[in-house]
């Protein structure tokens, strides 16, 4: 992949760590890494941090498509948590599988190493 957009991404982005790695050609990944003020009370990754990974990524890869202008929204989302996060980086790799002239849908994997922790897919929608 094509290395377009490379960085952090929002304020927000930054301040939960995630890193865009690439984002070209309706795909994107993005890094976080494991800290404890992403905790739950279990001790465990909070889901809400773990979503805004996923969607960070859904629409770094969404964006790529019209050169990194932000022109898409998310619309809706269904994410599945498959398994906790004790410690360590996650990565999340998200690509556009329809792209049409109002909405777009886009998928997204989570891994901690060889290990899936969520699987999503979102609609976004142009404004």
């Known amino acids: 992949m094509k ?3 490379v960085g952090s991404s ?3 982005g930054r301040l939960l760590g995630l890193e865009v790695v690439a984002a070209a050609e309706g795909r994107a990944e993005v890094h976080m890494v494991m800290h404890d003020g992403l905790r739950n009370v279990q001790g465990k990754l909070h889901g809400g941090a773990l979503f805004s990974l996923i969607d960070t990524a859904m629409g770094q890869a ?4 019209s050169g990194g202008v932000p022109e898409c929204v998310t619309l809706e989302s269904k994410i599945n948590y498959i398994r906790p996060v004790s410690d360590g980086m996650l990565v999340c790799r998200a ?3 329809h792209a049409g002239r109002r909405t777009q ?3 997204a994997e989570t891994h901690q190493g060889d290990k899936l922790v969520a699987k999503a897919q979102a609609t976004f929608a142009r404004v």
């Open 62 to 65: 969404s964006h790529s498509l």
């Open 10 to 12: 929002s304020a927000f």
């Open 95 to 97: 690509w556009v599988l």
């Open 3 to 5: 290395q377009e957009q």
């Open 105 to 107: 849908v886009v998928e």
